[in-house]
T-cell receptor, first 114, second 114 residues
Framework: DTGVSQNPRHKITKRGQNVTFRCDPISEHNRLYWYRQTLGQGPEFLTYFQNEAQLEKSRLLSDRFSAERPKGSFSTLEIQRTEQGDSAMYLC????????????FGEGSWLTVV | AQSVTQPDIHITVSEGASLELRCNYSYGATPYLFWYVQSPGQGLQLLLKYFSGDTLVQGIKGFEAEFKRSQSSFNLRKPSVHWSDAAEYFCAVVFGGATNKLIFGTGTLLAVQP
């Protein structure tokens, strides 16, 4: 199965530390999304890449957050100087016209900031 | 503003009973419509989608949904619920634009009684 892959699946970090999550989209999917989901809420859009270009960023993405997608393949989401409010599940998703514009999600990366 | 409403936060049904989960969206044109299911601690699995055409769409696991333009609704149904259907269900909408990003409702948590 070559679905969307995310790692690490779980991360516990101390407040103030930096963390990085990686997402490997479905191969040949040129669109990649990051979402954040807190308990009891639906996923909230963070950012969007088309190939290597970051075309949209949500206001939720503060300056402590940065996302990259070098070479238009995998993507990383880095959170600097983590705060307790950053505790959430970070979901990656991908799509393409080939997939009929259907967006497929990974299993998510859980972040707990203590 | 573009929004997705799932008015039922929590629903309990008996195994074998029918199910209907409600979803409404705010927008003028016909968006792309999706239902996803999420088990605890897991990512999102696509149940079904509507882009155009027949307003009654069939999905996986015996689910179906009906798009009603006049009501701006896309309700999810299943004629006979199984205990394994217990999960959280999210309605999501692509309102258009270059990113095709999903806007999610807040979810409906389904419990199934034996």
């Amino acid at each position: 199965d070559t679905g969307v892959s995310q790692n690490p699946r779980h991360k516990i970090t101390k407040r103030g530390q930096n963390v990085t999550f990686r997402c490997d989209p479905i191969s040949e999917h040129n669109r990649l999304y990051w979402y954040r989901q807190t308990l009891g809420q639906g996923p909230e859009f963070l950012t969007y890449f088309q190939n290597e270009a970051q075309l949209e960023k949500s206001r939720l993405l503060s300056d402590r957050f940065s996302a990259e997608r070098p070479k238009g393949s995998f993507s990383t989401l880095e959170i600097q100087r983590t705060e307790q409010g950053d505790s959430a599940m970070y979901l990656c998703a991908s799509s393409s016209q080939i997939s009929g514009n259907t967006i497929y999600f990974g299993e998510g990366s859980w972040l707990t900031v203590v | 503003a573009q929004s997705v409403t799932q008015p039922d936060i929590h629903i309990t049904v008996s195994e074998g009973a029918s199910l209907e989960l409600r979803c409404n969206y705010s927008y003028g044109a016909t968006p792309y419509l999706f239902w996803y299911v999420q088990s605890p601690g897991q990512g999102l699995q696509l149940l079904l989608k509507y882009f155009s055409g027949d307003t009654l769409v069939q999905g996986i696991k015996g689910f179906e949904a009906e798009f009603k333009r006049s009501q701006s609704s896309f309700n999810l149904r299943k004629p006979s619920v199984h205990w394994s259907d217990a999960a959280e269900y999210f309605c999501a909408v692509v309102f258009g634009g270059a990113t095709n990003k999903l806007i999610f409702g807040t979810g409906t948590l389904l419990a199934v009684q034996p």
